[in-house]
């Protein structure tokens, strides 16, 4: 079987369960091949050997079953940066983007800030700060040791020095009381949410989405005890669900 083939009878079989059925056929066979997708413009006759068709075909397998294709791959681009991501992580998204642009805007780069990082995950928040403002100290701290160690890697991965990193949950083995900024994406989708059995969140860990009836247990949890971290005038920085935001305020 060759690339073109193998691209068109995988995007058959993904476009019952999944929207983005050729991409998602792309990406797969382009991570099995360990090339970019564009090499398949340029070679789609070049036939596949047996263990690239066996590792593609395991791989459409899970994709047809819904596994994220970010887990397949063991990767995912979160402010142009490719960040390594597991199971044990939730999936970075690009809205969380949102709070690096806020960041960056309000915070410029010729003062040295110290920020943290709350629930890290993968590190997506924090590496991309410190990708952008290399002279700041920051701290990014996950309750989850797999997370941290995760983040810990995606930080050399891009060469970012400017990260201690700590396993705590929230803030139980934080003992800076100096930061200018905390920021953080923590989980705030209510634990009987509809959205949980749709899509790539059926595989992101729960302690990752979830908090408690309404969602709100770790925003308020983090309003709580926040202060107790920040200078005076430092800012709390958290992303909350799009109905969440008269909750957050009060
Ligand atoms: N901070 C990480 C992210 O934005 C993880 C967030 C989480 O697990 N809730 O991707």
Request: charged share 25%.
């Amino acid at each position: 079987m060759n690339i073109r083939q193998a691209i068109a009878d995988a995007t058959t079989r993904l476009s019952q369960t999944s929207g983005s059925a050729r991409l998602d056929a792309e990406i797969l066979l382009a991570h099995v091949l360990g090339c970019d997708r564009s090499h398949f413009i340029a070679w789609p006759d070049k036939q596949l050997e047996t263990d690239q068709l066996e590792q593609f075909e395991s791989l459409l397998e899970k994709r047809i079953n819904g596994s994220p294709i970010a887990y397949l791959t063991g990767s995912r681009e979160f402010w142009s940066l490719d960040m390594a991501v597991s199971e044990d992580t939730l999936i970075p998204r690009p809205e969380t983007e949102t709070l690096v642009e806020y960041v960056l805007e309000h915070f410029p780069a010729d003062l040295s800030f110290k920020l943290l990082d709350a629930g890290t995950g993968s590190g997506a928040i924090a590496v991309a700060i410190a990708s952008e403002r290399p002279g700041w100290k920051l701290v990014a701290s996950d309750i989850d040791l797999a997370s941290v160690q995760l983040a810990q890697r995606n930080a050399g991965k891009h060469g970012i020095g400017n990260i201690t990193f700590l396993q705590s949950d929230w803030f139980d083995n934080i003992e800076q009381k100096d930061f200018d900024i905390i920021i953080s994406n923590p989980p705030y989708i209510a634990e009987q949410d509809p959205h949980l059995s749709r899509g790539d969140v059926r595989f992101e860990p729960r302690r990752a989405l979830t908090s408690g009836t309404h969602g709100m247990d770790a925003i308020e949890h983090l309003c709580q005890h926040a202060a107790k971290h920040l200078k005076p005038g430092g800012r709390l920085i958290v992303e909350h669900g799009y109905d969440q935001a008269d909750s957050v305020y009060e």
